[in-house]
């Protein structure tokens, strides 16, 4: 349990997902590998998807690992010489069994945009893989900075996206036997729709989460879900 004193807390993390990804060709730095999620939030069918805004994420592929204070520095200097707010963040991508690592940007208004901040980046010293052709399902890891706002114990509201939640659960858990629980949740709830992610988070140490994407849940919505995982999560304890 969480202790009462978190209330507002920015404090880095990792979240890990699914999505399909696929290859961007156009309006990108020619001969670079650049990638867009297809289906974001693949668990969630409904309103407020972000389907209609193109692109919602895309993921600037580099041609080595980056330390995170590099990726964040770079981006926070970026943005003094550009006039559109955008989100960077580094992490990276398994793509058949092949580990392949990445920026992944947000809140890019069009496609005519990426090839710009690709050109920053490159002026700022980084490089990019040469492209591919991809059309998967991809596992995304990203080192992110989480502001969250406490709203019970153990349940927490992402303070930049309003349809983000993060519920705790007792420990870490591997992505397979995540997705055999997150099934087995959705197959034993009332309201299933929701997209669901795994995270970790540091507050006093690390703390493990499941990230729950869904339009305006009530908080029994949300300690429903919560307490479906914890049952079965213990059933493999």
């Known amino acids: 349990m969480m202790k009462n004193e978190y209330k507002h807390i920015e404090t880095f993390g990792l979240l890990t997902k699914e999505e399909t990804l696929s290859t961007v060709k156009e309006n990108i730095v020619p001969n670079t590998f650049v990638l867009e999620s297809m289906k974001p939030y693949p668990g969630y069918h409904g309103e407020n998807l972000p389907a209609d ?5 895309v993921y600037l592929i580099t041609s080595k690992r980056l330390p995170t204070e590099l990726v964040y520095r770079t981006a926070a200097k970026i943005q003094k010489f550009i006039n559109f707010p955008f989100n960077a963040i580094p992490g990276d991508i398994a793509i058949y069994n092949n580990k392949y690592y990445c920026i992944r940007i947000r809140n890019l208004k069009n496609y005519e945009i990426i090839q710009d901040l690709q ?3 490159i002026d700022e010293g980084i490089s990019f893989m040469k492209i591919m ?3 998967a399902p991809c596992l995304i890891n990203l080192k992110k900075l989480f502001i969250l706002e406490q709203i019970n114990d153990n349940i927490f509201k992402d303070l930049e996206d309003k349809y983000m939640y993060y519920l705790e659960i007792p420990r870490e858990i591997s ?9 087995s949740v959705i197959n034993n709830i009332d309201n299933s729709n929701f997209d669901a992610a795994r995270a970790y988070i540091y507050f006093d140490g690390i703390t493990d989460f499941v990230r729950i994407y869904t339009m305006n849940p009530s908080l029994k919505r949300l300690e429903d879900i919560r307490d479906k995982y914890n049952i079965e999560i213990k059933k493999y304890i």
Not at 53 to 57: G, H, N, R, V, Y
Not at 175 to 183: A, E, H, M, Q, R
């Open 133 to 135: 052709n991809i059309n």
């Open 53 to 57: 805004i193109k692109p919602e994420a």
């Open 119 to 121: 050109r920053w980046f």
């Open 175 to 183: 992505w397979s036997l995540f997705k055999k629980i997150t099934s």
